[in-house]
């Protein structure tokens, strides 16, 4: 099982990071999507990606390498690239009518190929599963063309082509909804299914009613308000029962939706998390996860007879490393229950694990929700989706609210902007829903919740900690406990400076002046570049992450001239207070 990036690197032998500096600009200014990235940084990483890709369809060219079997899943989400190295590996041929004595020659697959069913060839089995109502990623050069070219291409025939139309998930009435939802909001010439295709219910569940309310306080609080009352309600309600855990899920176009949502539910004691917001932080990528990792693989057969947890935190002692790392809360939290277990099976376990791996309420965006689902869902849908006005209509978030209906397995409750909402949305609502008042709040002077920081809101190579004495500091005083023993908290031990004030990178910093985090630009302007940082940042916790620089170049500039391509970065775990205006 390999993304397309992991099977360039292999079939190259390359990795990003091999890219020379002129090929990237190259490529950033001649792929749209790229060239319109106003982050440099971000630019430049996924043009990384392009170049892999890119190499791998050379080399094939020149050399292929071909596979019998392929699956290709989530197809509607392929670009171009993507869809011209499947062809090559799955080795799609013409035969050569002028030279029939001689090797098959390769056509690129081409919309306007004249290949037909008498000169063409196809020596592997090749499958792929998409929807086309699912594709996210047109922002990035994805389109559902490819799924129209590929019967053309590839000859599929009706009996090679199966529709997978039974729904397992949802109850009856929430796979209605949002069928009428997609078939009423798309026009036909976007769809590739016709109505004879519609996703059809299996009952999976009872219907429950689905609910829906629009929302009109600053930041969202009346919804906020409302969402987190109603969870704890159906948190009593499955205590009551001893039931089993539900999965819960607030839903929304972006993160910043989430400030509302998670003071109201921390202000009633029900832990949240967003999710997959940092997908490379987990535990064990952390310093003390990695140490733990290269430990347990020295000795994968070996075995721990006693309760796990006591025996990593043994190990932790010995070692001298910081107990105050968020990721050995996790660590200790999900080895708690094990014993008896090879170093093996220890190792199996900690891979999974993420940060608050038992919390009651996932916060998650619609591009993240894709291919999850959950018990009870909550969509927020604020956005300019159908304009009123005379322009033409834009249907980019179509799909992703789709998308977020379809994440829902028995209940359903859809808050929308009192003004910004989907129109489609809210014409069709009242034939399959039950509208609810959400109550005016008291909103707070300040919204206050907690959360790991971003790694867009950091800067990933900050000078200070990547030289030599920074990288000193970060794994030999840092991420040990020579400092945090006798702690079990870090409150109050750093401050917010910033460059108008402080003549210092806008950031985190202890009492004696050593950066521990820098601020992003666009952070920065939100929080801190006016000296306002220790009023609304407070670092209340922190882990790490190993993060791999595919640029050395920013090592050099920063005074690093080692052989590491990687560092480990500091991530705050931050009590952010924002003001609700």
Same mark, same amino acid.
Request: hydrophobic fraction near 35%; charged fraction near 20%; charge should be negative.
């Given at each position: 099982?390999?993304?397309?990036?992991?099977?360039?690197?292999?079939?190259?032998?390359?990795?990003?990071?091999?890219?020379?500096?002129?090929?990237?600009?190259?490529?950033?200014?001649?792929?749209?999507?790229?060239?319109?990235?106003?982050?440099?940084?971000?630019?430049?990483?996924?043009?990384?990606?392009?170049?892999?890709?890119?190499?791998?369809?050379?080399?094939?060219?020149?050399?292929?390498?071909?596979?019998?079997?392929?699956?290709?899943?989530? !197809?509607?989400?392929?670009?171009?690239?993507?869809?011209?190295?499947?062809?090559?590996?799955?080795?799609?041929?013409?035969?050569?009518?002028d030279n029939t004595e001689t090797e098959d020659s390769y056509i690129a697959i081409d919309a306007d190929s004249d290949a037909t069913a008498d000169?063409?060839?196809?020596?592997?089995?090749?499958?792929?599963?998409?929807?086309?109502?699912?594709?996210?990623?047109? !922002?990035?050069?994805?389109?559902?063309?490819?799924?129209q070219q590929f019967a053309d291409n590839y000859h599929v025939n009706t009996e090679q082509k199966f529709y997978l139309l039974d729904n397992y998930?949802?109850?009856?009435?929430?796979?209605?909804?949002?069928?009428?939802?997609?078939?009423?909001?798309?026009?036909?010439?976007?769809?590739?299914?016709?109505?004879?295709?519609?996703?059809?219910?299996?009952?999976?569940?009872?219907?429950?009613?689905?609910?829906?309310?629009?929302?009109?306080?600053?930041?969202?609080?009346?919804?906020?308000?409302?969402?987190?009352?109603?969870?704890?309600?159906?948190?009593?309600?499955?205590?009551?029962?001893?039931?089993?855990?539900?999965?819960?899920?607030?839903?929304?176009?972006?993160?910043?939706?989430?400030?509302?949502?998670?003071?109201?539910?921390?202000?009633?004691?029900?832990?949240?998390?967003?999710?997959?917001?940092?997908?490379?932080?987990?535990?064990?990528?952390?310093?003390?996860?990695?140490?733990?990792?290269?430990?347990?693989?020295?000795?994968?057969?070996?075995?721990?007879?006693?309760?796990?947890?006591?025996? $990593?935190?043994?190990?932790?002692?010995?070692?001298?490393?910081?107990?105050?790392?968020?990721?050995?809360?996790?660590?200790?939290?999900?080895?708690?229950?094990?014993?008896?277990?090879?170093?093996?099976?220890?190792?199996?376990?900690?891979?999974?694990?993420?940060?608050?791996?038992?919390?009651?309420?996932? $916060?998650?965006?619609?591009?993240?929700?894709?291919?999850?689902?959950?018990?009870?869902?909550?969509?927020?849908?604020?956005?300019?989706?159908?304009?009123?006005?005379?322009?033409?209509?834009?249907?980019?978030?179509?799909?992703?609210?789709?998308?977020?209906?379809?994440?829902?397995?028995?209940?359903?409750?859809? $808050?929308?902007?009192?003004?910004?909402?989907?129109?489609?949305?809210?014409?069709?609502?009242?034939?399959?829903?039950?509208?609810?008042?959400?109550?005016?709040?008291?909103?707070?002077?300040?919204?206050?919740?907690?959360?790991?920081m971003r790694l867009d809101e950091l800067v990933l190579t900050p000078r200070t900690l990547v030289n030599d004495a920074g990288r000193k500091f970060?794994?030999?005083?840092?991420?040990?406990?020579?400092?945090?023993?006798?702690?079990?908290?870090?409150?109050?031990?750093?401050?917010?400076?910033?460059?108008?004030?402080?003549?210092?990178?806008?950031?985190?910093?202890?009492?004696?002046?050593?950066?521990?985090?820098?601020?992003?630009?666009?952070?920065?302007?939100?929080?801190?570049?006016?000296?306002?940082?220790?009023?609304?940042?407070?670092?209340?916790?922190?882990?790490?992450?190993? !993060?791999?620089?595919?640029?050395?170049?920013?090592?050099?500039?920063?005074?690093?001239?080692?052989?590491?391509?990687?560092?480990?970065?500091?991530?705050?775990?931050?009590?952010?207070?924002?003001?609700?205006?």
């Open positions: 099982i390999q993304t397309f990036h992991g099977l360039a690197r292999q079939i190259t032998g390359l990795s990003e990071k091999d890219a020379p500096d002129a090929a990237l600009d190259e490529i950033a200014t001649r792929i749209e999507h790229l060239s319109q990235e106003k982050n440099l940084q971000k630019r430049r990483d996924n043009a990384r990606y392009q170049w892999m890709i890119e190499q791998a369809i050379s080399q094939l060219q020149e050399r292929p390498q071909h596979f019998q079997y392929i699956m290709v899943d989530e !197809f509607q989400d392929i670009d171009e690239y993507q869809y011209q190295m499947i062809g090559l590996l799955a080795d799609l041929q013409t035969q050569d009518d000169n063409f060839e196809q020596r592997g089995y090749l499958m792929v599963v998409g929807d086309d109502d699912q594709n996210l990623y047109a !922002f990035r050069g994805a389109s559902i063309q490819y799924i998930r949802s109850a009856n009435n929430i796979v209605e909804l949002a069928n009428e939802f997609i078939s009423t909001t798309l026009p036909d010439v976007e769809r590739l299914k016709q109505i004879e295709h519609s996703i059809k219910a299996t009952n999976p569940y009872p219907n429950s009613s689905i609910r829906y309310g629009y929302y009109k306080q600053t930041k969202g609080v009346d919804m906020a308000a409302w969402i987190a009352s109603d969870i704890e309600q159906r948190l009593a309600v499955n205590e009551q029962k001893n039931a089993l855990p539900e999965t819960i899920a607030v839903l929304a176009p972006k993160w910043s939706y989430f400030d509302a949502i998670q003071h109201y539910l921390e202000a009633l004691n029900i832990s949240s998390q967003r999710y997959n917001e940092n997908e490379q932080v987990t535990p064990i990528n952390s310093f003390i996860g990695q140490a733990l990792f290269k430990y347990l693989s020295a000795k994968r057969l070996d075995s721990i007879e006693e309760n796990v947890a006591d025996f $990593l935190e043994c190990w932790r002692v010995k070692q001298g490393l910081n107990h105050l790392d968020q990721a050995w809360d996790s660590i200790i939290s999900r080895t708690k229950d094990m014993k008896s277990v090879t170093y093996e099976q220890v190792l199996q376990a900690l891979e999974s694990i993420l940060y608050d791996d038992k919390t009651q309420v996932i $916060l998650i965006t619609y591009h993240s929700a894709k291919g999850m689902e959950f018990d009870h869902a909550y969509v927020i849908d604020d956005q300019f989706s159908n304009s009123s006005s005379g322009a033409q209509p834009d249907h980019s978030h179509d799909r992703p609210l789709y998308v977020a209906l379809t994440r829902a397995k028995q209940t359903l409750s859809l $808050l929308l902007h009192h003004k910004a909402h989907h129109l489609t949305l809210a014409k069709i609502l009242p034939n399959h829903a039950e509208q609810i008042d959400l109550p005016m709040v008291n909103p707070p002077s300040m919204l206050t919740f907690h959360r790991f970060v794994e030999q005083t840092f991420c040990c406990d020579s400092w945090t023993k006798a702690r079990d908290s870090i409150l109050g031990l750093f401050d917010v400076a910033c460059y108008k004030q402080d003549r210092k990178s806008d950031g985190f910093y202890s009492a004696k002046g050593q950066q521990i985090a820098q601020f992003s630009t666009a952070f920065s302007k939100e929080y801190s570049s006016q000296g306002q940082g220790n009023q609304h940042l407070l670092m209340a916790g922190f882990t790490t992450t190993l !993060f791999y620089q595919q640029d050395i170049s920013w090592y050099e500039k920063s005074g690093y001239h080692g052989s590491e391509s990687s560092h480990y970065l500091i991530v705050p775990y931050v009590q952010f207070n924002v003001q609700c205006k």
